[in-house]
């Protein structure tokens, strides 16, 4: 299983950012996907999730209305759009897999990890 994720960068705030994480070595669209991320020092937290489909999506409060979740099955792909951007958003953000169909925001439901990229976010 192969979890690679891109796009993350230096941008200055309310700058946009578009993240994408090519999937391998699974089904992908049977999986639940999300992305979570990690800022110096503190716990990797929940950012976004989508369902097998992509019918149903969830988001952290901190990102609603920001951020956007998205999947390509035929790509085999999941995407993150980042929009207005703020400097609190600066983290590594990893993307994930379920072994659950469902828009998951747990970390624990989820199996699989990508390696993270870095996002920047100046003020």
């Known amino acids: 299983v192969q979890l690679v994720e891109s796009g993350g960068g230096l941008v200055q705030a309310g700058g946009s950012l578009r993240l994408s994480c090519a999937a391998s070595?699974?089904?992908?669209?049977?999986?639940?996907m999300g992305w979570f991320r990690q800022a110096p020092g503190k716990e990797r937290e929940f950012v976004a999730a989508?369902?097998?489909?992509?019918?149903?999506?969830s988001y952290a409060d901190s990102v609603k209305g920001r951020f956007t979740i998205s999947r390509d099955n035929a790509k085999n792909t999941v995407y993150l759009q980042l929009n207005s951007l703020k400097p609190e958003d600066t983290a590594v953000y990893y993307c994930?897999?379920?072994?659950?169909?469902?828009?998951?925001?747990?970390?624990?439901?989820?199996?699989?990890w990508g390696q993270g990229t870095q996002v920047t976010v100046s003020s």
């Open positions: 070595g699974f089904t992908f669209s049977n999986a639940g």
């Open positions: 989508i369902s097998w489909r992509g019918g149903t999506t």
């Open positions: 994930a897999a379920s072994g659950l169909d469902r828009a998951v925001v747990s970390s624990m439901r989820y199996d699989y």
